[in-house]
């Protein structure tokens, strides 16, 4: 492995490390996360639904890490994500309801490493696989599962640590070396992954938006 990619590694074992004692969450109540998670599933509980501007597909979250699930909204609420209505929602949680949500959302079937993966990923995926493996499942709970994601979020995550609209110093220096064409590539590589992410449907909004 070259020293850069090695380098590279490191710096993201050490921030999965980072995050991993900076969020302390209790486990997450289920049936808890079902009775407050009404308000995330009018836009993640309709298949195909795009947030408005920028227009996109707003993410899976079924078969996501709960780990992750729950640190990220934790970085909506203190602004290291920027969207929002994602603030607004996240400010007045607390971090027991941030687990209770993720634990809810992320439904009963959690993405597993050890798939094989689909399609050549791009040359540009050989520092991604460190974390999120080749089959897009991340190698552990802090790191987000791709696989299924839609392509159209992937890629607006990857411009937004390039933009600096996400503040991770690891992924901002990555995403600051890909084109454009990297970025659609990476996208597209991982979107094709499977067994991927779903939507968590809710019992009132099962249709699709095309």
């Given at each position: ?57 707003v993410p899976k979250l079924a078969g996501q890490h709960v780990t992750y699930l729950a640190a990220a909204l934790k970085a909506y609420q203190s602004r290291e994500r920027s969207h929002a209505t994602m603030h607004s929602h996240a400010i007045a949680l607390s971090e027991q309801d941030m687990a209770d949500i993720a634990a809810y959302l992320a ?104």
């Amino acid at each position: 492995m070259p020293f850069a990619a090695r380098t590279f590694r490191f710096a993201l074992i050490g921030v999965a490390l980072a995050v991993g004692s900076s969020v302390s969450l209790a486990d997450g109540s289920v049936e808890r996360g079902r009775q407050i998670a009404y308000t995330c599933l009018g836009c993640h509980g309709i298949e195909n639904y795009k947030n408005a501007y920028p227009s996109y597909r707003v993410p899976k979250l079924a078969g996501q890490h709960v780990t992750y699930l729950a640190a990220a909204l934790k970085a909506y609420q203190s602004r290291e994500r920027s969207h929002a209505t994602m603030h607004s929602h996240a400010i007045a949680l607390s971090e027991q309801d941030m687990a209770d949500i993720a634990a809810y959302l992320a439904g009963e079937t959690e993405l597993k490493p050890g798939g094989k993966p689909v399609g050549t990923p791009p040359k540009s995926a050989a520092v991604c696989v460190a974390c999120h493996g080749n089959d897009g499942i991340g190698i552990t709970p802090d790191y987000p599962n791709l696989a299924g994601q839609h392509p159209d979020y992937l890629e607006r995550t990857l411009r937004d640590y390039k933009l600096g609209a996400r503040k991770n110093a690891v992924m901002a220096g990555f995403a600051a070396t890909l084109s454009d064409a990297d970025i659609e590539a990476l996208s597209e590589y991982y979107a094709a992954q499977r067994p991927g992410l779903k939507t968590r449907t809710h019992p009132l909004t099962r249709f699709s938006l095309r």
